[in-house]
């Protein structure tokens, strides 16, 4: 039935600011980059190899949420972590095992935008 997710949104507030921690800092494609109606653009991120796309919105207030708004998929969380860390990318957690499943570890950063965004294995 369902082949794939097309896009996700996720909440910003400056959208030059996200695009250059998405892409100069984490590494994503910057896909998409239009006009959308006064004052905003539609403006989509993708992960190399992946059919689905991460779509900027515009955040509704300036509370970003405390739980993870956006999951990225490594192949070592601890290898992603030190390079970004090298980087200049600040995590609110460091690489540790996941409580709900064995063999995982995680790790939580803030993005430019406050969100918070988990780095996992699966």
Known sequence: MFRHVKF???PVTDQDRAIAFYRDLLGLT???????????????????????RILFERRANEEP??????????????????ALVTKGVVFDQPPID?????????????????????????
């Open 65 to 82: 949420g405390e739980q993870p708004v956006l999951i990225l998929v490594v192949e070592s969380v601890d290898a992603a972590y030190e």
């Open 30 to 52: 910057l896909s998409a980059d239009q006009q959308y109606g006064s004052g905003w653009r539609w403006i989509e991120l993708e992960v190399a190899g992946s059919p689905t």
């Open 8 to 10: 996700s949104s996720l």
């Open 98 to 122: 996941a409580p709900w499943a064995p063999r995982e570890r995680y790790a939580l950063l803030r993005d430019s935008e406050g969100n918070l965004v988990m780095i996992g294995s699966d």
